[in-house]
C-alpha cells in the first residue's frame, strides 16, 4: 500500500477515529487503526466493538492494500510532521514509512484481518438534524448520565423521534434532564437508548454548524451517524427506558424569575466551601423578591441574596449545588423559571414550551442558626 | 481590622505571594497568608521558611489590624467574587468576613502571632536588571537545575555578579547551563548560589518589562529581589559552587552551524520513539553539507537529514534527546553553532560572544545497521 495526503488532512482524520480506539484493552487490535486504501479511497477505521468510527481522508492512492497502525504511535508521529505532503507506505512484511519532507518514520504495523469493520447497517427511515443542534442537546444532557453502572440504562441517554420531534433524555437517580428539538420534517416513531460514551465522544466530532447535516438510522441493535466524510456506528443498550412522563408534573407552589448567570455565579461561588465528596446542601430561602442562598461547612459560611420575581408561597429547600450549576450551564436563557412544590418536592427548571426540562430532587438540610 | 480594596488588586496580590505558600508542610501556619494592615498600607505576606514573599495591595484601610487566613481558601473565594470592590473585616475572635455586592463569606483567621515574617535584610550594594531580563536569564538556564537532591549543590544556580557582568550558571551532572548579561553598571564582586525553587517561583512573578527595574541584594545567607510593590527573600544554599571554568573548552575538532528551529523539531520528532525512561540516544553523523539524525527504539526508528554548514572531521555522536531539546528551546537565535572533538567528550552549543554556553555530555550507542 501507498498513498500520499496533507498532513492536515490526517491529523483531521485521525482525531476523528481516535475517539473510538480504547484507553485499555486486552486486544491490542483494538488499539489499531485499520488504514485502508484497497477501494481507491482512504479509509481510517476504529473499533472498541462498542462504538466504531470510519472516516474518509482526502489523498492520492499509489498502490491500494491496508494495514492496522498502532493509533497512539501513529498519532503521535503524524502530529510532529512537518507541515506538508505524506507518504505512508507499507510492504508484503508489514514494516511501514511514514516520511514527509526529509523525515523518515520505521513501523511495523499489523496485517489487519483480524481487525473488526463497522457493522453494515441498513439506512432508511434516517433522521436528519444539523451538527451544532445535534451536538447541543447532546452537551445540554450528558451531564446527568449515571457515573457509575449501576443500572445499565442510566449509562445511556433516551434518543426519541417523535413526528416532528426529537426528545433527548437523561437521568441519574437525583435528577433528569430533557431537551426538544424540532426537526425539518416528520419521521417514523424511533425510541432507542444510546449509551454515553458515544454521545460523548460523538458530540466531540460534530462541527457547529448549522447548515452542515447528520444524518441517523436506527435498528434494533445500532445507530448509525452519517456526517460530513464519517461514520459512527454504536451499539444500542437494550432494554426499556424509564417512563418519564409520570414524573414530570406542572403543578407548583412557588414559582420563581431569576438571571441565570447571577444565579449560577452565586451558587458557583457557594461551593468553594464544599470539599470534594462532602454533600453539604446549598439552602435557598425564597420570599417575596429575593432568595437566599445560604451554605455552611466546616470551612465556613457563605450568604447571598438575589432579586427575583416570585409567584406563590415563600419556601426553604436544599439542593446539591453541582446539580443545579449542570443544569444552570447549559442553558441560553438569560432569565430561568424555577417551579417548586415543597423541600421534598422535585423542583423544576423549564422554558413555557418545554424545550428543556430539568428536573433536580431536593436534599434535606438542617437549619443553623 | 477592616479595608477595601478591589478584586483585581487582590487577585494579583495573592498571585504573587501564593507562590510562597507550601503545598505540603507540617505547620499550618505556613499554609496561611498574612494580610497585615497594621502599618497603613495592606501588606500580603506568605513564607515556608525558605522563601518568603511580600506584596502590597492597594486599598482603603477602615480600621488597622492583621490576621493570617488559609491561603488556598482565601485565592479560591477571592477569584470567584464578583468583579468589585471587595471589604475583608476581622473581629477580635479572628472571624473573617470578606464581602463583595451582596455575596458574604464568613471564615476562621487565625491570630497570625505565630507567622514568621520576613528576614530583614540590609539593603546595600544591590544589583540592578530589567525584570525582562532576569525572567529570561532563569528560564534559560534553571531546566539544567538537577531533580533530585543528591547534591545540594546542584539545586541552586550559581549567581554571579563580576563587574558590568550578572551569569546564571546550572548544572545536573550531565550538562551545564551559562548565561552571561550585562548590567547597567558596575558592581562589587558578588557569588551566591540560589536556590532552584525561589528563581522558579520569581520567573513567574516578574513582568517581562525591559523598563520595570529589579533591586537584588546579597547577604551571606539571604538574597532579596525587590521589584514593583514585591520583595522576595530566600536562603541561600551553603557551599563552594562547582570550578565550571575548567570543565569548559575552546578546542574543538568539528563545528556545525544548524537552523535552530529544524535541529529541535527533527530531535522532538525522534523523541516519539523513546518511552518514558528509556534512554534511547538519539544518533547524529556529521558530514560534509548535512547531519543525519537516527533514532532506534523497541517501537520503531527514525532517520532524517539536515543541512549544515561543517568545519573540520566528519563525527558520530549519541545524545539524550532532552538535553539537546532543553538547550535548543531556550536560544533565540536562527542558526546555532555547535562544538565538539569526539564522541566521548562534550560538545558544546554558544555563539561567538558566550552569552550563552550549552555543555551536554554525549552518550554511549551501539551502531545497527
Do not use: W
Request: overall charge negative; aromatic content about 8%.
Amino acid at each position: 500500500m501507498k498513498f500520499v495526503c496533507s498532513k492536515s488532512n490526517l491529523v483531521s482524520g485521525l482525531q476523528i477515529v481516535s475517539k473510538a480506539v480504547p484507553s485499555k484493552t486486552t486486544m491490542s487490535i483494538l488499539e489499531c487503526i485499520l488504514v485502508d486504501a484497497t477501494e481507491g479511497i482512504i479509509k481510517f477505521i476504529a473499533n472498541d466493538m462498542e462504538l466504531g468510527i470510519q472516516t474518509v481522508v482526502e489523498g492520492n492512492i499509489v498502490e491500494r492494500g491496508y494495514i492496522a497502525l498502532d493509533a497512539k504511535i501513529f498519532v503521535d508521529i503524524v502530529r510532529k510532521l512537518p507541515d506538508n505532503d505524506v507518504t505512508i507506505e507499507s510492504d508484503s512484511t508489514n514494516k511501514v514509512t511514514i516520511s514527509c519532507e526529509r523525515a523518515k518514520f520505521n513501523l511495523i504495523g499489523r496485517k489487519g484481518d483480524d481487525f473488526t469493520y463497522l457493522p453494515s447497517i441498513e439506512k432508511i427511515d434516517g433522521v436528519t438534524v444539523s451538527q451544532y443542534t445535534l451536538r447541543n442537546v447532546i452537551q445540554q444532557t450528558i451531564f446527568s448520565i449515571a457515573e457509575n453502572d449501576a443500572n445499565k440504562m442510566m449509562a445511556g441517554e433516551l434518543f426519541e423521534v417523535d413526528g416532528e420531534n426529537l426528545k433527548l433524555v437523561s437521568l441519574d437517580g437525583h435528577r433528569i434532564s430533557i431537551r426538544k428539538v424540532k426537526l425539518n420534517g416528520s419521521y417514523p416513531y424511533k425510541k432507542v437508548i444510546v449509551p454515553g460514551k458515544t454521545l460523548g465522544e460523538i458530540s466531540k466530532i460534530l462541527g457547529d454548524s448549522i447548515e452542515k447535516m447528520v444524518n441517523i438510522y436506527f435498528t434494533d441493535k445500532h445507530v448509525l451517524f452519517e456526517f460530513d466524510k464519517t461514520t459512527v456506528v454504536s451499539r444500542l443498550i437494550e432494554g426499556e427506558y424509564f417512563s418519564i412522563d409520570q414524573m414530570l408534573s406542572s403543578d407548583y407552589e412557588t414559582k420563581i424569575s431569576i438571571n441565570r448567570k447571577e444565579f449560577l455565579d452565586c451558587i458557583d461561588r457557594a461551593t468553594l466551601l464544599v470539599k470534594e465528596g462532602d454533600k453539604k446542601p446549598v439552602i435557598i430561602s425564597v420570599t417575596d423578591g429575593k432568595i437566599e442562598l445560604k451554605i455552611n461547612s466546616a470551612i465556613g459560611s457563605m450568604d447571598e441574596e438575589i432579586e427575583i420575581d416570585k409567584q406563590g408561597k415563600d419556601l426553604m429547600i436544599g439542593f446539591n449545588p453541582k446539580f443545579l450549576i449542570d443544569a444552570l450551564r447549559v442553558i441560553d436563557d438569560e432569565l430561568v423559571d424555577i417551579y417548586m412544590v415543597n423541600p421534598k418536592a422535585p423542583c423544576f427548571i423549564r422554558d413555557k414550551e418545554s424545550t428543556y426540562i430539568y428536573l433536580v430532587l431536593p436534599v434535606n438540610f438542617t437549619t443553623v442558626d
